[in-house]
């Protein structure tokens, strides 16, 4: 007999059973753990909503407009690879993350705005990053863990990513073009921000918390304006 386990931390908020498991207490009744508070996401809860690993089905990169971020492609931490055609018509704010350091409890604003303007055509694209004082050391599968299990990130994630230097990815160096050194991180969770028509509006430095006046209220100006040829956003999951 399969038993339900109900955490008492996540029902009140998410109201999902957390797992399934193979045990049969006695009568077959349901089996309530108990977790401490301060672990915010739990292991047990992760199988109900760890984002798909399937690859997105997006238009080519190589048939993107040249002059937009659409014309890049990361690996994917999620997903086999994360095109960033998958977000047409969308607003995005790409940050470079890590599990490591002061500003990584941003994570959880980040996932806050994206809950918040999801809905209205907004992503957060995470980019692991270990070219700050080696601060993502983790392998795919020990950032995928960090994540969901102590911040619940649900939004899409690429593979650990150079950001800066020589072997930097391509976006990052079309972005110094497009907003000149404001665009290069200086530290971890340095953001960018990019339009519905695929260009970019705004680079914030690692100390703005994603949750501050300034980034929310150039996500709600980029939200407000009108995608290129009614753009249709392709889902990742």
């Known amino acids: ?21 193979p045990a049969t207490p006695s009568g077959g009744a349901p089996v309530w ?46 997903t086999d690879r994360l095109p960033m055609t998958a977000f047409e018509g969308e607003v995005v704010l790409v940050v470079n993350t890590a599990s490591r350091c002061g ?28 070219n700050f004082m080696g601060q993502e050391p983790g392998s795919a599968e020990e950032i995928q863990e960090f994540c969901t299990l102590n911040y619940g990130v649900t939004f899409p994630m690429a593979g650990k990513t150079d ?26 969770f340095h953001k960018l921000l990019i339009g519905r028509d695929g260009r970019l509006i705004a680079a914030f430095p690692s100390d703005t918390e994603p949750t501050s006046e300034d980034v929310r209220a150039a996500i709600t ?3 407000a304006a009108s995608a290129p040829n009614s753009a249709t956003p392709t889902s990742l999951n």
């Not at 038993?3 to 797992?19: D, F, K, M, Q, S």
């Open 1 to 21: 007999m399969l038993v339900a386990i109900t955490c008492l931390v996540c029902a009140p908020t998410c109201g999902l059973l957390a797992a399934v498991s």
């Open 33 to 78: 753990l108990l977790v401490p508070p301060w672990q915010k996401v739990h292991w047990f809860c992760q199988p109900l909503w760890q984002p798909s690993h399937e690859t997105p089905d997006a238009p080519p990169v190589s048939a993107a407009d040249r002059n937009t971020a659409y014309q890049f492609e990361f690996a994917g931490l999620w």
């Open 103 to 130: 500003f990584t409890p941003q994570y959880e604003g980040l996932q806050a705005i994206y809950n918040e303007y999801n809905a209205q055509g907004f992503e957060v694209v995470g980019v692991p990053a270990n």
């Open 163 to 188: 950001v800066v230097g020589e072997a930097r990815h391509p976006f990052y160096a079309w972005a110094q073009t497009q907003l000149g050194d404001a665009a290069v991180p200086g530290w971890n």
């Open 221 to 223: 100006a980029a939200l």
